[in-house]
């Protein structure tokens, strides 16, 4: 059974968020963990890749990290684009690189409900099995006829 959350609860993450590390981001721009980070950055946020897979290359003007423990500065939200068996070594990481981190956002179809519990015990939000996306333009009055994926431009315009 998946967790509900209030609209003030996200809306409220949402907002206060200015640093967004996306967990298994990808260079392809059909997909999902591609055009949300993508959407996440032109609404300025910070966003800072992560895939190993990636790691150097280049991606909306930052630099892949292999690792969430890589990244400098902190963040203030981890998005998580990986299977439900892999998140509980990342929130372990991410609430051992972030002394200051708020969110763990697990997308749609993530849920770890253990994992969740350890990050609320140190005081993170967790949210599981949504999309930071999706509930950016439902909350604050986004959403399109055309669907979800603004990442990708018609070339029949």
Known sequence: MSETYT????RDILTRTRRVAVVGVSMNPVRPS???ARYLGLKKYEVVPVNPGHAGRVLFGQT???SLSEIEGGVDMVDIFRRSEHVPPLVEEALDAF???QTIWMQIGVEHPEAAEKARARGVDVVMNHCPKIEYQRLFGEL???GFNTGVISSRL
């Open 7 to 10: 609209d003030s609860h996200l």
């Open 34 to 36: 591609y055009y949300v």
């Open 64 to 66: 892949v990290a292999a």
């Open 99 to 101: 002394p200051e981190l």
């Open 144 to 146: 399109r006829m055309g």
